[in-house]
């Protein structure tokens, strides 16, 4: 049963509870225009499927009683013996069980101890269940530290000898530590580029969380400063 078809045998169902010659609800069964009414061949196993599916527990199958695991919340949980008198009425009566015991794929249970409990009560071998959908662990993406998600140090400057008077951006690398602490306004450093290596004039130094551009940013290329003319670093 696919989901599309678990939500129809819902809705007939809820239309056919309460449809009336008065209300007229069976304007809004998916079979209305069809003339195939299906509310006669609709039964408690058939809902309680159409349920299941939309919550992602797959169909009924069979497994032997003594490969059911029970954990120990139910083994010390003292079932209502009311509930616990009218399942094993129903099962004396009916020799089958009132529902399928609800299972998850390592076999272990996870509703339906009563249910068990009576069926091993009459020494029954096998009992009729479903099993919950596995459902895979997402695993976390790890988030790789990078100048696009922690502080990092840029330097802001411009081209010298160039008619272009765009001012242009360019990152520390991290592993250089305090080295941009000796940048002062006016430095010559030496950075990356589209064309290679070129030099930069220093306007300004700033630490920013956050990339000051959306843009594909270049790094400083050599720990070089050149100060009127000499080399301080």
Same mark, same amino acid.
């Given at each position: 049963?696919?989901?599309q078809?678990?939500?129809? =045998?819902?809705?007939?169902?809820a239309?056919c509870?309460?449809?009336?010659?008065?209300?007229?609800?069976?304007?809004?069964?998916?079979?209305n225009n069809?003339g195939?009414?299906?509310?006669t #061949?609709?039964?408690?196993?058939? =809902?309680i499927e159409?349920?299941n599916?939309?919550?992602g527990i797959k169909?009924?199958e069979?497994?032997k009683?003594?490969?059911i695991?029970?954990?120990?919340v139910?083994?010390?949980t003292t079932?209502?013996s009311e509930r616990m008198?009218?399942?094993?009425?129903?099962?004396?009566e009916?020799?089958?069980?009132e529902?399928?015991?609800?299972?998850?794929?390592?076999?272990i249970?996870?509703d339906?101890?009563?249910?068990?409990l009576?069926?091993?009560?009459n020494?029954?071998?096998e009992?009729?269940?479903?099993?919950?959908?596995?459902?895979k662990? =997402?695993?976390?993406?790890k988030?790789t530290?990078?100048?696009?998600?922690r502080?990092?140090?840029y330097?802001?400057?411009m081209?010298?000898?160039?008619?272009?008077?765009q001012e242009?951006?360019? #990152?520390v690398p991290?592993?250089?530590?305090?080295?941009?602490?000796n940048?002062?306004?006016?430095?010559?450093?030496i950075?990356?580029?589209?064309?290679g290596?070129?030099?930069v004039v220093?306007n300004?130094?700033?630490?920013?969380d956050?990339?000051?551009?959306d843009?594909?940013?270049?790094?400083?290329a050599?720990?070089? =400063?050149r100060?009127?003319?000499m080399?301080?670093v």
């Amino acid at each position: 049963m696919n989901k599309q078809r678990a939500r129809d =045998i819902l809705k007939v169902h809820a239309c056919c509870s309460f449809t009336t010659k008065e209300n007229k609800l069976c304007m809004l069964c998916p079979w209305n225009n069809t003339g195939d009414c299906i509310d006669t #061949r609709i039964n408690e196993e058939l =809902i309680i499927e159409a349920m299941n599916t939309l919550k992602g527990i797959k169909p009924m199958e069979t497994v032997k009683l003594s490969e059911i695991k029970i954990t120990k919340v139910f083994k010390n949980t003292t079932p209502n013996s009311e509930r616990m008198q009218k399942c094993r009425e129903y099962y004396e009566e009916n020799k089958k069980q009132e529902r399928p015991i609800l299972l998850d794929y390592k076999n272990i249970l996870r509703d339906g101890y009563i249910q068990y409990l009576i069926l091993k009560e009459n020494g029954v071998e096998e009992a009729t269940i479903m099993r919950k959908k596995k459902y895979k662990k =997402i695993k976390e993406k790890k988030t790789t530290l990078s100048y696009k998600n922690r502080a990092t140090t840029y330097i802001f400057g411009m081209h010298p000898n160039s008619d272009c008077t765009q001012e242009f951006c360019w #990152r520390v690398p991290a592993s250089w530590g305090t080295w941009a602490d000796n940048v002062n306004n006016g430095d010559i450093v030496i950075c990356q580029t589209k064309f290679g290596f070129s030099p930069v004039v220093v306007n300004r130094v700033e630490t920013l969380d956050k990339p000051p551009v959306d843009i594909m940013i270049k790094r400083v290329a050599k720990r070089e =400063i050149r100060r009127n003319g000499m080399v301080i670093v």
